[in-house]
């Protein structure tokens, strides 16, 4: 498919082909230099692949895969790579695309992992480095050939258009990822319609986060019309589009959706400038629609949706009519006291729990008002524990339900 000898871009492409620069020694040895010797076969491929393809050892992922090694000798069946270039406990030197480049190659078709854990149950997670399109294409590549791969994370990654469609096209054939971050990568319009395409062809995606993109409101529109079909996915993100008007026709577009899809959960419209009018069509789907229990339209940081009370109290009307509907987030947006009374009504008839939103009613003077709470919102959204257990809060984001759960 690739048309290219291995480990060399096609001249089409326009990327250049890794440089070669000498290995020097891993920066984790030992002080009297007396490194053991690696435990498993990922860390000692890594030093192989390095020295045979000239390149600089990496000692983040050099210390990343002898902790896998470990957990695969252990027997540990669900490993995920964290090489978060974010980690603050451990020394942290950011994966590049050269870099990602070799990291590919040592888990493509790799014998010891498929051999190790159990099938379709590996993660890779590189946020926060600089793999930009380059290390895109060879994600891609990577999707083509690790059938145990259901898990990647490439938020915040510098790619852009051409890295997005590459991994969208890719995906045309995958079946086995299950859940895809693309947070904070500015694909823009260009690489959303690539996405929206995919999922009129892939049947096995569950999650796909599109999050602070640039999409524009040509391809919102695309994975509205999309989703009317699309019966795998179970989560989006959408947050974040570039958008001109004030006519809400992505709004309305994913309320149409809604009407039609009874498989969606969560669905992520952060900063859409939506108002009464959009929020009308969506509090119309939200009455017919029986899967979906997570909705946010609220704002992290500016204000950008402009509900005011009558949109507001359709809305917790919603939760009174869909028992389904459980999840909802609605804080940045204009509170009159009408709405302040319907959510606190809907605390007390317990169509809405504390746990499920990001606002708490107060009373003051005889007079109802809602404050902004955070129960887990968000809070393993753009990190995760570098250290202790990992507990997955009803309310975190995009981890309502987990990928491969059926309800």
Same mark, same amino acid.
């Given at each position: 498919m690739?048309?290219?000898?291995?480990?060399?871009?096609?001249?089409?492409?326009?990327?250049?082909?890794p440089?070669?620069?000498p290995s020097?020694?891993?920066?984790?040895?030992?002080?009297?230099?007396s490194?053991?010797?690696p435990?498993?076969?990922?860390?000692?491929?890594?030093?192989?692949l390095?020295?045979e393809?000239?390149?600089?050892?990496?000692p983040f992922?050099?210390?990343i895969?002898?902790?896998?090694?470990?957990?695969?000798?252990?027997?540990l069946e669900?490993i995920?790579?964290?090489?978060?270039?974010?980690?603050?406990?451990i020394?942290?030197?950011?994966?590049t695309?050269?870099d990602f480049?070799i990291?590919?190659k040592?888990?493509e078709?790799?014998?010891?992992?498929?051999a190790?854990?159990?099938l379709c149950?590996?993660?890779l997670d590189?946020?926060?480095?600089?793999?930009?399109d /380059?290390?895109?294409y060879y994600?891609?590549?990577l999707?083509?050939?690790q059938?145990?791969?259901i898990y990647l994370?490439?938020?915040? $990654?510098?790619?852009g258009?051409?890295?997005?469609?590459?991994?969208a096209k890719v995906l045309?054939?995958n079946?086995?990822?299950k859940?895809?971050r693309?947070t904070?990568?500015?694909?823009e $319009?260009?690489?959303?319609?690539?996405f929206a395409?995919?999922?009129?062809?892939n049947?096995?995606?569950?999650k796909l986060?599109?999050g602070?993109?640039?999409?524009?409101m040509?391809?919102?529109i695309a994975?509205?019309?999309?989703?009317?079909?699309?019966?795998?996915?179970?989560?989006?993100?959408?947050n974040?589009p570039?958008?001109?008007?004030?006519e809400e026709?992505?709004t309305?577009?994913?309320?149409h959706?809604?009407k039609?899809?009874?498989c969606?959960?969560e669905?992520h419209m952060c900063?859409?400038?939506i108002?009464n009018g959009?929020?009308?069509?969506l509090c119309?789907?939200?009455?017919l629609?029986?899967?979906?229990?997570?909705?946010d339209?609220?704002?992290?940081s500016v204000?950008s949706?402009?509900?005011?009370?009558?949109?507001?109290v359709a809305?917790?009307q919603?939760?009174?009519?869909n028992?389904?509907f459980?999840?909802?987030?609605?804080?940045g947006n204009?509170f009159?006291?009408?709405?302040c /009374?319907?959510?606190?009504?809907?605390?007390?008839m317990?169509h809405?729990?504390p746990e $499920?939103t990001?606002?708490?009613?107060f009373?003051v003077?005889?007079?109802?008002?809602?404050?902004e709470v955070?129960?887990g919102?968000?809070k393993?959204?753009?990190w995760?524990?570098t250290?202790?257990a990992?507990y997955h809060s009803a309310n975190?984001?995009?981890?309502?339900?987990?990928v491969g759960?059926h309800?």
């Amino acid at each position: 498919m690739w048309g290219s000898p291995e480990g060399a871009i096609p001249a089409k492409s326009g990327y250049p082909a890794p440089a070669a620069t000498p290995s020097p020694a891993s920066a984790w040895a030992l002080a009297d230099n007396s490194a053991p010797e690696p435990v498993g076969s990922l860390q000692k491929r890594y030093k192989n692949l390095c020295m045979e393809k000239s390149r600089k050892i990496n000692p983040f992922i050099l210390h990343i895969l002898q902790g896998v090694d470990e957990e695969i000798e252990k027997g540990l069946e669900g490993i995920t790579l964290n090489i978060a270039g974010n980690n603050h406990l451990i020394p942290v030197e950011r994966v590049t695309g050269e870099d990602f480049w070799i990291l590919s190659k040592v888990l493509e078709k790799n014998p010891y992992i498929n051999a190790s854990i159990c099938l379709c149950s590996l993660g890779l997670d590189v946020r926060y480095n600089f793999i930009s399109d /380059v290390g895109a294409y060879y994600a891609a590549k990577l999707l083509q050939k690790q059938y145990s791969l259901i898990y990647l994370n490439l938020m915040f $990654n510098d790619i852009g258009p051409e890295g997005g469609e590459l991994i969208a096209k890719v995906l045309h054939k995958n079946t086995t990822l299950k859940y895809l971050r693309m947070t904070g990568n500015k694909i823009e $319009n260009k690489g959303g319609m690539f996405f929206a395409t995919m999922l009129q062809i892939n049947s096995s995606l569950e999650k796909l986060d599109l999050g602070d993109c640039d999409l524009g409101m040509q391809s919102v529109i695309a994975f509205a019309t999309v989703l009317t079909q699309n019966q795998t996915i179970k989560g989006i993100n959408l947050n974040r589009p570039i958008l001109y008007g004030k006519e809400e026709e992505s709004t309305v577009h994913l309320g149409h959706m809604l009407k039609e899809n009874q498989c969606l959960v969560e669905l992520h419209m952060c900063k859409h400038d939506i108002r009464n009018g959009g929020l009308k069509h969506l509090c119309e789907a939200l009455y017919l629609n029986k899967s979906l229990r997570y909705l946010d339209v609220s704002w992290l940081s500016v204000v950008s949706n402009n509900i005011k009370g009558e949109g507001l109290v359709a809305l917790s009307q919603s939760l009174k009519i869909n028992p389904t509907f459980s999840n909802i987030y609605i804080w940045g947006n204009k509170f009159d006291e009408a709405t302040c /009374v319907a959510y606190s009504d809907l605390f007390q008839m317990g169509h809405l729990k504390p746990e $499920n939103t990001d606002v708490e009613p107060f009373v003051v003077d005889g007079h109802v008002y809602l404050a902004e709470v955070s129960n887990g919102l968000k809070k393993h959204y753009y990190w995760t524990p570098t250290y202790g257990a990992f507990y997955h809060s009803a309310n975190a984001g995009f981890n309502l339900v987990q990928v491969g759960q059926h309800l």
